[in-house]
């Protein structure tokens, strides 16, 4: 039997993997049609949105999406057709840490795996390659094959395949169209490595071979949580560092740029923060921590628990220096939060360092105001009332949600950077000083801030990783 050739792609779940994932797919092979279904209808309205108002913000995403949908690229709910009429469906819904049972708080919850996977084995009438795109602990494409395999129908076979997505958030569509390598892995039967080849000559379209790389399943699951983990642990490292710095007055920019001039190492992914968030890094390394355990090595889960640990620490480091600075008190003062989203380029908030910020200045009773240019303003609502235990009606009297930095920054006793957009690059101190109550304190979480310019205008900075007279 010949690789089978794709023509027919269904993605199931339009979310952050799913949907740029699969434009780009689309856009890439204009002979594949693509359909990405989801059950939540507001989700693929907005993918159908007339005006391209997307349900993600992705810079370059919506081009990509104005060129391929309506040509071989589809957003639908009906599930179960797309599913019938596809060779090859990505399953690509959401993995959350499970909150309850076993497990909790390390696993991943993978109910929404196994309905979907359920869901294939019930309406499929033909054979598929099944292709696991969400982030999984290991083993779970065997979980996949076992449920495929006890409800298929005579005459459909299911080949499984582990496809990790290595996107990152603000620069998906850069990430997907030149990609640092594509991960396939496959079971190493002659009919695994048939599937591999049918999805890699997806690929092959617009990626160059020798950075599509084909291993075994698990290799292929287990390297996605180890790219995330070693990345999460660098920062982890520099924010430890940071901590350092700012005891004996050593600056961790100037350190992290020392170390990163070592080719071995290389510069990327050492810039000390208030702590990483997103919906991976976290949820994939407490994912290695169970698997760990469940393999009785606890030496190796406490290693990587630690990653996890310190960034905790370093989130809590920030906003008790935040106080501290403020004479050991923000009761009733007024701190503007700018940045809500994870990072800069992005509307996401999955474990954004802002929401512990906002959590722990709430706690000490003081005033937030909050300004992010693309967060909109219910998902803060969402994320401040499932995280501040006391109900949101009490969190509305503390918060206040501004529509641009100046704004939040009114009357304010402290300006905390929490997210590294471009836009406060251009932050017109002068102007926000002139209406900032006096001492006017500048905490800068991502160390953007020009600081010998600040001092200057009257501000009092702090910066991660620099002492206090540095
Ligand atoms: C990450 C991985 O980079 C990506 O390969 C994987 O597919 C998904 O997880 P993402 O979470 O979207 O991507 O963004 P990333 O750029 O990795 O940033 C994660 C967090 O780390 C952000 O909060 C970011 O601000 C922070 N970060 C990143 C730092 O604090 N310092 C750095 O040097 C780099
Ligand atoms: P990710 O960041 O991994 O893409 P998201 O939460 O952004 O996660 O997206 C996952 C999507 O998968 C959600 O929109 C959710 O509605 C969808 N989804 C979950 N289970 C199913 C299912 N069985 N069928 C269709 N869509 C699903």
Redesign the pocket.
Known sequence: MAPVQVKKICC???????GPTCAVIALKCPQIEVTI????QA?IDAWNDKDFNLPIYEPGLEDVVRAARGRNLFFSTE?DKAIQDADLIFV????PTKKGGVGAGFAADLN?IE??TR?IAKVSNSSKIVVEK?TVPCRTAESMRTILEANSKPGCRFDILSNPEFLAEGTAIDDLFAPDRVLIGSLQTQEGKDACESLRSVYANWVPTERILTVGLWSSELSKLAANAMLAQRISSINALSAICEATGANIDEVAHAVGYDSRMGNKFLKASVGFGG?CFQKDILNLVYLSETLHLPEVAAYWKQVVTMNEHQKRRFSKRVVDTLFNTITGKRIAVLGFAFKADTGDTRESAAITLIRDFVAERAIVNVYDPKVVEEQIWLDLEESIPQPLAATKKQVVIHKSALEACKNAEAVIIATEWKEFLQIDWTEVYKHMNKPAFVFDGRLIVDVPKLTEIGFKVTSIGRGDKA
């Open positions: 199931i779940g339009a979310g952050y993997v799913g279904v989801d059950l939540n989700r599930v690509s819904v959401n993995t929404y309905l979907a869901q969400s919906s």
